[in-house]
């Protein structure tokens, strides 16, 4: 009975969490669109029940139609009068350009954000974190670092909506061959999903480094105080391009 009881909760536990917050997402929606709705347009005043998803529908035929609109002349014109008049409102206008900057780099089609997970150490020499690259640092923060670095993302866990922003030389990045969406589920269970080694078998048995090699460099250099060069081909993603 107690194996039975386990095994219902397996099956009825997802499937009953995955459709709350889907009914919470709709509910949401609804509760702001369909506020919006004339009374005489609205298909609820002549129903004698509720229509769940009728403002999140009305929603995305919204947003099909803004972008029908702004993509021919008309439409450019006053995205670009639109564009002019926030960008002389003092506050607003560096809300709006740092927004519009963000989702135009994600949702382009050549965008590289979110579309790779590496491995880092973080936050010491020695401990490995997954992270999300989302893009080549560039500009001031790459002139004044001598190594080419790239951005990345490390998510917290459970929530992968907050973390850390870092600049990390590339040679320091360990590429995973789990997809986005497995690492995202390894990071939000906390390392309860783990995806499987999808890189060839003699790959798998080959280690790219240790946290050995980094605990002798770091007490040399606290006690000695003195620089210390790891040797040409010892980093990680040097280790896994050879």
Known sequence: MRAYF???????????????????????????ITPLIPLKYNPETYLPFALP????????????????MTAGFMGRVWMRFTEQVLARMPVIRNIYSAVKQIFETVLADKSAAFREAVLVEYP??????????????????????????????????????SGFLLFVPKKDLISLSMTVEEAIKMVISGGIITPPDHRP??????????????????????????????????RPSEKQNS
């Open 124 to 161: 010491r020499r020695g401990i490995w974190a997954i992270a999300f690259i989302t893009g080549r640092t560039e500009e001031e923060v790459q002139n004044i670092t001598e190594e080419e670095c790239i951005n990345i993302f490390l998510p917290t866990t459970p929530n992968p909506t």
């Open 53 to 68: 998803g009728l403002g999140l529908l009305i929603l995305v035929l919204a947003l099909m139609l803004t972008g029908a």
């Open 201 to 234: 078998k003699d790959q798998q048995k080959t280690p790219l480094t240790a946290a050995h090699v980094y605990e002798e460099l770091d007490i040399l250099r606290e006690k000695e105080r003195a620089p210390v060069l790891a040797p040409k081909g010892s």
């Open 6 to 32: 386990f095994a219902g909760i397996l099956v009825i536990a997802p499937i009953s969490i995955t459709l709350y917050l889907a009914w919470l997402f709709i509910g949401f929606v609804d509760s702001k």
